[in-house]
């Protein structure tokens, strides 16, 4: 149990277009999903946190405008890469809470913007 | 300062031997602690939680030191499979599900 996807595992995108990346929690519903990102040999940043049906909370530093995430149901959370570019290629990871103390970590995202 | 610090590594072990290694936090409001693994280009997952009177699990063990706001993680018998990334993960009670995550600490088994 408790598993969560993510799609696409990896996608290459042209500078200046926008990519969206989905996140599901497959056998439970979700109150919270969270957005990280990782640079390589780094650790994992938290992006932002969204709640169902209700707008994100974003990190300092975190541009809303250019990471859109949209959290339209319990099982489902979006993350949109607007207008990407080159400095935007990272590891981007979902974790899907169905609960206040459990996470469950999506297997991630590797967006390349060339 | 780091919220979360960790040693990055790597640290070199012969297979079947002992390694541990810490990570410190700063907010001293943290109430939950975890280690979590990641392999290369893999999502983190939970290898244990960390309890104040410290836990054991099979070959790992974990410890809490409240007072000097430090937690650690020792892999006895190391195997070749142990080789990972792991990160010192914290949960501020007041702040909900949130995680914050250190940066890793590398560690390479070799025959």
């Known amino acids: 149990g408790a598993v969560v996807s993510q799609h696409p595992s990896w996608v290459i995108c042209k500078s200046g277009t926008s990519v969206k990346i989905e996140c599901r929690s497959l056998d439970f519903q979700a109150t919270t999903m969270f957005w990280y990102r990782q640079f390589p040999k780094q650790s994992l940043m938290l992006m932002a946190t969204s709640n169902e049906g209700s707008k994100a909370t974003y990190e300092q530093g975190v541009e809303k405008d250019k990471f859109l995430i949209n959290h339209a149901s319990l099982t489902l959370s979006t993350l949109t890469v607007t207008s990407a570019h080159p400095e935007d290629s990272s590891f981007y990871i979902c974790s899907a809470s169905p609960d206040t103390y459990e996470q469950y970590f999506g297997p991630g995202t590797r967006l390349t913007v060339t | 300062r780091k919220e979360v610090e960790q040693d990055p590594g790597p640290f070199n072990v012969p297979e079947g031997a002992t390694v541990a290694f810490n990570c410190t936090y700063s907010?001293?409001?943290?109430?939950?602690f975890f280690w979590y693994r990641q392999d290369c280009r893999k999502e983190p997952k939970l290898l244990m939680s960390?309890?104040?009177s410290g836990n054991e699990d099979g070959r790992f063990t974990a410890q809490l030191n409240r007072a000097s706001q430090y937690i650690s993680l020792l892999i006895r018998d190391s195997k070749l499979s142990d080789s990972a990334t792991y990160l010192c993960?914290?949960?501020?009670?007041?702040?909900?599900?949130?995680?914050?995550f250190g940066g890793g600490t590398r560690v390479l088994v070799k025959p």
């Open positions: 907010n001293s409001a943290s109430q939950s």
């Open positions: 993960v914290v949960k501020v009670g007041a702040a909900g599900n949130k995680l914050t």
């Open positions: 960390v309890y104040s």
